[in-house]
């Protein structure tokens, strides 16, 4: 029989985020492999009593992807943290410090790719769910970790696919907080409650090939292009609102595919990107872009392709659950968080039709960079954060009367 001091010291070393960390940034899960991530935190998790599923989704034209639900307890409320442990390439072997892979310590820093995005925050959140389990059993609720395999890659076969899955088996999530770095400086400054949307679009200017000798022969589409550019880029769509900056909208790209330059080119095509707030849906959208398009090329022929959109703006308005966050945050670090909806998209934006969302992880400077680095003390807070968090989220549960008295 093992001793009870061992059983002791194996539960502690489990809820150990830094060594669970280290454990994942050694899977090489460089998306859409696996790498064995999931298959570690399935059995970590399923040591300590989590009913734990390892979910393959396909589709036709994009790779398989391994997906985990974990699960201890059972009914509401229903708290659940989601991530995602895939990572992208590590590009120049050469220019990291450390093997991206090795989880070296130095200087008090854990080196490697995902470190900060995301394998910090899910072995955050892994430690502190592990830690509750050993000293609370299991929660007066529902405690899951949600996490997929295809957030970097075409988030096809990934928390789309996962969250219908769960919910065809009837989990029902009361809310959810999704472990991305969201901090830009220091631990504590910032929870996302919302993102922009994101919508690609690109313009089609056909003309007529010609010699540039001979432009009289020609039809040149680059004047129309430009008065097109320069009138999207002037584009003012709204001014903002309470929880959102001004939409923005960047052209990325302008090409007439023509290296020659006696040759006048027979079509331009120009591509951007608009991140939009809560006052525009896609389709809105669109129709105000055709209507600038139309004006900015008079009788040329010009047409707007907006590619499919499923990243639409949306906002976690804040509330008990998000003064909870805030209150674990502020004890830990001493600073009050900000309430933002900045930065780029992520897998919330597919989370926020199932329960309100927030995020809520670790420093995010050095993310998809070389030398990918986190603070061990950061890392050790924020599975203090997210302790308190399930405490505190539990507790009101027990706290809070039955329904019949």
């Not at 105000?288 to 949306?314: D, M, Q, T, W």
Request: charged share 20%.
């Amino acid at each position: 029989m093992t001793p009870p001091t061992e059983l002791a010291e194996a539960a502690h070393a489990r809820a150990d985020p830094v060594a669970i960390l280290q454990a994942l940034i050694r899977c090489p899960s460089v998306t859409p492999e696996e790498g064995g991530a999931l298959h570690y935190l399935a059995t970590l998790l399923g040591e300590a009593g989590f009913a734990t599923d390892v979910v393959r989704f396909s589709e036709p034209g994009t790779p398989d992807v391994d997906n985990l639900f974990a699960r201890v307890g059972e009914g509401a409320p229903h708290l659940v943290f989601a991530g995602h442990t895939d990572v992208v390439p590590p590009g120049d072997l050469a220019r990291w410090r450390f093997d991206p892979f090795s989880a070296e310590i130095a200087e008090g820093m854990i080196f490697g790719r995902g470190a900060a995005d995301m394998k910090g925050g899910i072995a955050a959140f892994a430690a502190a769910a592990l830690e509750y389990v050993q000293r609370s059993n299991a929660p007066r609720g529902s405690l899951s970790l949600l996490i997929t395999g295809d957030e970097e890659g075409p988030a096809i076969n990934g928390t789309v696919k996962l969250l219908q899955w769960a919910a065809a088996r009837g989990e029902r999530f009361t809310h959810c907080i999704v472990g991305e770095p969201t901090n830009p400086d220091a631990l504590g400054d910032m929870i996302k409650i919302g993102r922009r949307g994101s919508l690609n679009a690109e313009i089609v200017v056909v003309g007529r090939q010609g010699h540039s000798a001979y432009p009289h022969l020609a039809e040149n589409p680059l004047p129309t292009m430009a008065r097109l550019v320069t009138a999207l880029s002037d584009l003012a769509l709204d001014r903002g609102n309470a929880h959102f900056d001004r939409s923005q909208l960047v052209v990325t790209s302008v090409d007439v595919g023509n290296a020659a330059f006696n040759v006048i080119p027979g079509e331009a095509r120009a591509r951007f990107n608009v991140r939009f707030n809560d006052l525009w849906t896609p389709d809105t959208l669109r129709d105000r872009l055709e209507a600038v398009v139309r004006e900015a090329a008079g009788n040329a022929k010009a047409e707007l392709i907006c590619l499919p959109c499923n990243s639409l703006a949306f906002i976690t308005k804040p509330d008990a659950f998000v003064e909870t966050v805030s209150r674990a945050i502020e004890a830990e670090t001493g600073r009050t968080p900000v309430l933002s909806t900045s930065g780029g998209t992520s897998d919330a934006r597919f989370i926020r039709d199932y329960c309100p969302v927030v995020e809520f992880g670790l420093v995010g400077q050095t993310m998809h960079a070389f030398d990918e680095r986190v603070a061990v003390d950061d890392l050790h807070a924020l599975a203090r954060i997210y302790g308190r968090i399930i405490a505190e989220y539990f507790a009101q549960k027990a706290a809070s009367p039955s329904p019949t008295g």
